[in-house]
């Protein structure tokens, strides 16, 4: 089964009437990866699945399923699974008939079937509401029916559009870790679409960053964090986000608030952004002075607001007893955790 | 004990019933509701209860405006007569014919219409408001215009029509089958769009999603209408059928200016029959008789219809 389940997309793009809602992108999923579309609202990344499952068609360009071309494919032939936000359970069927609905428009045989959709709701635990309409439901037991509905296929594509939205927090968690093992257990290729960065960032394999209809980077979670390849994705991508700071280049050296910044690139001079993620920030007495404005206590951890010649910044610090606002402090970041980035263009410059 | 202010009236009660003063108040409330409704319920008792008590006394008395001299209480006689009477039976299997063919007509078309419309990118309003048209005018007048302007041989629309397309002039309200026919399709004609505007409603009404994930699980788009469309609109369905019968089966006006039920008794439904004996031939009696026959199918089928519609639903 992991064989199957490659997508590849190429220089696909959508405009509805005048407005491009995809500017044409191009992308490559691997058989049983776990690939997260992120992006804020409007990314065009919802937009991509929708051409993934065949219910829009694109403009241009192609998509391929295990190297068979499918752009024409209408929905009901491409044999993709899909999870939609709203889950639509066909409300005037049981869980169980909602679960078979897709086997039956198969012509799967009935003992077969029958097995297969008892098998489904096991694996989503919902064997004992199979009796039940949607409308009896929780949120919760909703979702589980329309993943039951989706692996029941066993299709080699398995499509999810925000499935965790419509849950509480604490639901969210938890059906965030089993979808990840349902995945890895099924072995089946998944696309997850996703405003949420840390869902993207905990359950994606790899990720594509979507922005006003463009994929801005892909690579894996730990690669676009720890390398983000540009302003727009430094800002998006991190939970308090990089600290951008306005800075110059001196000589192939960049200078903060007039202190010079241990480290070079091959560009001699010019107006450039210093990055720097909160949790790379150090608080102490070295450094450049700051002046605690604001703690943000998060229990085992705290985020601090802190003004300095450069502008503002935010640190992350372990102990939220350590400062207090209105207190002098230093801060301070290693030549490792800097991203320097140019100013004019948002693309990353790489240290020499 | 001080006297029951605004400021505890909404406090919740900590023991179960109702303490004095709830009593006192409620009782007094039950009394001004009374008295409001009264007024309406005496006027309904009047106007509907009343004149249909009086319409089932009469149908036990024997009352011939032709024939004063013989009229007196006939108990059963009326209904005794009238289930063998040969032109009820006739004219009641005429009655469900016409309530069985214009409301399956009427589904059929106007749900097939709203299924078209919901295609249309545009022009929606317009057709819907020249769809409601027939809807608005009186049962006599689209009558009057049928008969004159559509099916009047040589010079109506329908008739040049059938002359255009080599059938010929027909006789449309002039044959037995043909007149039959014609007074379906003028009901159908004028409330198929009622049909289609509860069922357009039922179908906008309906999420996009569950359609796309029924594409999604593979299902065609006969598949698409038989298991999920139809399902959903069922109790709109159902509710339509239930509110056209009753109307179809006490039919009168245009069926009136068409035919007047003929020619002989070719379109003479349960109703028009009633009308006739009463009001043609004068038996005030029998006619009420008949009447009384037409309310009890009437309240039969609906019966059904209700129960059918209990049964689903739950």
């Not at chain 1, 809602?21 to 991509?48: N, Q, Y």
């Not at chain 2, 609109?233 to 009753?246: D, E, G, K, W």
Request: positive net charge; glycine residues 8%; contains cysteine.
């Amino acid at each position: 089964m992991t064989a199957r389940g490659h997508v590849k997309v190429e220089k696909v793009a959508k405009l509805h009437g005048q407005v491009a809602a995809l500017k044409g992108v191009d992308f490559d999923i691997r058989p049983g990866e776990f690939f997260a579309l992120l992006g804020p609202s409007g990314s065009g990344k919802s937009t991509t699945l929708r051409l993934l499952a065949g219910l829009d068609k694109p403009t241009r360009g192609r998509i391929l399923f295990d190297g068979k071309d499918v752009t024409a494919l209408d929905a009901q032939h491409r044999d993709v699974a899909m999870v939609f936000q709203s889950y639509a359970l066909y409300p005037h069927m049981t869980v169980r008939q909602n679960i078979a609905f897709p086997l039956e428009m198969a012509k799967t045989p009935k003992t077969e079937m029958a097995e297969r959709v008892e098998d489904a709701a096991r694996k989503v635990s919902i064997q004992h509401l199979l009796d039940r309409r949607p409308g009896q439901l929780s949120g919760g037991q909703q979702q589980r029916c329309a993943l039951a509905r989706a692996i029941v296929r066993r299709s080699g594509l398995f499509l999810l559009d925000e499935p965790l939205s419509n849950l509480d927090a604490k639901l969210r968690l938890e059906t965030r870790a089993e979808l990840k093992k349902l995945q890895r257990s099924l072995g089946v290729t998944a696309v997850y679409v996703t405003h949420d960065q840390e869902e993207a960032l905990t359950l994606a394999d790899r990720m594509a960053v979507f922005m006003e209809g463009e994929i801005r980077q892909i690579g894996s979670p730990a690669e676009v964090f720890a390398r983000p390849n540009s302003i727009d994705i430094a800002g998006f991508i991190g939970s308090p986000p990089m600290n951008l700071m306005k800075a110059r280049l001196d000589n192939g050296t960049p200078v903060l608030a007039g202190r010079p910044l241990p480290l070079r690139v091959k560009q001699q001079a010019g107006e450039i952004v210093v990055g720097v993620r909160p949790s790379a920030i150090t608080i102490g007495e070295e450094g450049m002075p700051a002046r605690v404005d604001l703690v943000e206590n998060l229990g085992d951890n705290a985020i601090f607001d802190l003004s300095f010649d450069g502008g503002l910044v935010r640190a992350r610090g372990p102990d939220p007893l350590a400062f207090a606002e209105g207190q002098q402090v230093a801060i301070s970041f290693d030549a490792k955790d800097i991203h320097l980035f140019d100013a004019a263009s948002g693309h990353r410059l790489e240290a020499a | 004990m001080p006297v029951a202010g605004p400021n505890i009236a909404g406090e919740p009660d900590a023991l179960p019933g109702l303490t004095g003063h709830d009593r006192i108040s409620a009782r007094r409330e039950k009394r001004f509701a009374t008295a409001l409704l009264a007024p309406a319920f005496l006027a309904l008792i009047a106007t509907t209860t009343f004149p249909l008590l009086f319409l089932i006394w009469i149908s036990t008395q024997r009352m011939d405006l032709a024939m004063p001299f013989m009229d007196g209480f006939a108990g059963v006689d009326n209904y005794r007569q009238l289930l063998a009477d040969p032109r009820f039976w006739r004219s009641l299997v005429l009655s469900l014919v016409y309530t069985v063919s214009t409301v399956v007509l009427q589904v059929v078309i106007g749900l097939a219409l709203a299924l078209l419309l919901m295609k249309m990118k545009r022009g929606q309003t317009l057709f819907r408001i020249i769809a409601i048209l027939p809807v608005v005018l009186s049962p006599a007048i689209v009558g009057m215009v049928w008969r004159s302007f559509m099916l009047t041989p040589e010079f109506g629309v329908i008739d040049y029509l059938a002359i255009s397309a080599g059938l010929g002039s027909q006789n449309w309200l002039g044959d037995p089958t043909m007149a039959m026919i014609s007074v379906i399709v003028i009901h159908t004609w004028q409330w198929t769009p009622f049909a289609f505007m509860v069922l357009l409603a039922s179908l906008a009404a309906l999420p996009d999603e569950i359609y796309e994930a029924a594409r999604i699980d593979r299902a065609g788009a006969w598949q698409r209408f038989i298991r999920i469309t139809l399902p959903l609109l069922r109790p709109a369905i159902v509710m339509v059928i239930i509110m056209r019968t009753m109307v179809a089966l006490t039919a009168f006006a245009a069926i009136y200016v068409v035919t007047a039920g003929g020619p002989g008794t070719a379109t003479e439904i349960l109703n028009l029959y009633a009308y006739r004996k009463s009001f043609t031939e004068l038996s005030l009696g029998y006619g009420s008789a008949l009447a009384v026959a037409l309310l009890i199918v009437t309240l039969l089928i609906s019966a059904v219809l209700f129960l059918m519609r209990r049964e689903r639903a739950a």
